[in-house]
């Protein structure tokens, strides 16, 4: 079957076309290479370069191929940085999804694979769990949210299946480290192979439950494959949380260098986040996870093959009132 993974030459979009791939799948990678790279890209999958707000090209790609199955990953997912982008926040991550949801309608698309966030969740109770009411706090969130429910009217109105993801601090090998702006993971190794201090928002005390990448890709692909899970909305990730400051030792300690931590003054975000995964564990029958010693080896293995990156400014700020001092430099 012919599948479209967008974002595909990205972090998670690279890695469930791997999967795809592996799967049998035919896979078109639909990706402008914003954020992504185009080694990323799996040699078995047909590369478009493109934008999904490009609405030309997206009917092409499903006026020329059968796609039966969309799994839409491409986002700028910064978060912090979303207060500061709105208009571009929107475009790409909410009027882009429009444009593929409108052309899977069109045509057939057997289910459409949406990969949101936890950001859409904003402090409600601890644990996260999918029956809550939304309450995002950021533009990024709120983009998120209402890709949400488009396609839940969308599915009422046009009968288009649906599987939506909320992942949470996903990391691993083909992240992206050269982004100041998101991936904690990715900014500290690239900050260490550099010998500069790791950057810290706030006290550092601040907690995630860091996801590696091994324990989400694999059951995004194969959702499609499971009836039970569509219409559903799934978080996905790892269970146990860690400090910023916890992080930043064991990335350390993996990397072989310890080098100072530079605390900044506290951005506006969400103290502790993590997610009950009791549906996805029912679904994949997920029975265990990554440690975090584990998947920042595997991480960290690959960057230090790769090296450090030079870590470009975002050219497309709208508003500096408020913008974090690091941004700027």
Not at 190 to 217: C, E, H, M, W
Not at 238 to 254: D, F, G, K, P
Not at 270 to 286: E, G
């Amino acid at each position: 079957m012919k599948v479209l993974v967008t974002g595909g030459a990205g972090f998670i979009g690279a890695h469930v076309t791997n999967e795809l791939v592996s799967n049998g799948y035919d896979v078109i990678v639909l990706d402008d290479l914003s954020g992504g790279y185009l080694d990323n890209v799996n040699p078995k999958a047909q590369f478009v370069h493109g934008s999904i707000n490009d609405v030309s090209l997206i009917e092409q790609i499903f006026n020329e191929n059968k796609i039966e199955y969309v799994f839409h990953l491409a986002a700028y997912a910064a978060e912090g940085l979303s207060h500061f982008i709105k208009r571009f926040n929107y475009t790409n991550n909410l009027t882009g999804s429009v444009n593929l949801i409108n052309e899977s309608v069109k045509h057939g698309v057997k289910c459409f694979v949406f990969t949101s966030s936890i950001a859409v969740y904003g402090t409600n109770q601890l644990p996260m769990s999918e029956d809550m009411i939304p309450i995002p706090e950021d533009p990024y969130g709120i983009a998120k949210l209402a890709v949400e429910q488009d396609l839940k009217v969308t599915k009422e109105m046009f009968d288009l299946n649906y599987i939506i993801f909320r992942p949470h601090n996903v990391y691993g090998e083909y992240q992206n480290i050269a982004d100041r702006y998101r991936n904690v993971l990715g900014i500290f190794m690239n900050q260490i192979l550099q010998d500069k201090p790791l950057t810290i928002f706030g006290d550092g005390n601040q907690t995630r439950a860091f996801s590696y990448i091994g324990d989400v890709a694999p059951f995004i692909a194969k959702s499609v494959e499971i009836p039970e899970a569509y219409g559903k909305i799934i978080n996905i990730g790892a269970e146990q949380n860690y400090t910023i400051n916890e992080l930043a030792s064991t990335i350390m300690t993996v990397m072989g260098k310890q080098v100072d931590l530079k605390y900044l003054p506290a951005r506006n975000e969400v103290t502790n986040a993590y997610s009950d995964h009791s549906l996805a564990k029912s679904l994949f029958n997920i029975t265990e996870y990554t440690t975090l010693l584990e998947g920042v080896k595997k991480m960290a293995d690959w960057v230090k093959i790769h090296g450090a990156r030079e870590t470009p400014k975002f050219e497309n700020i709208e508003i500096y009132e408020k913008l974090p001092a690091i941004w700027l430099n």
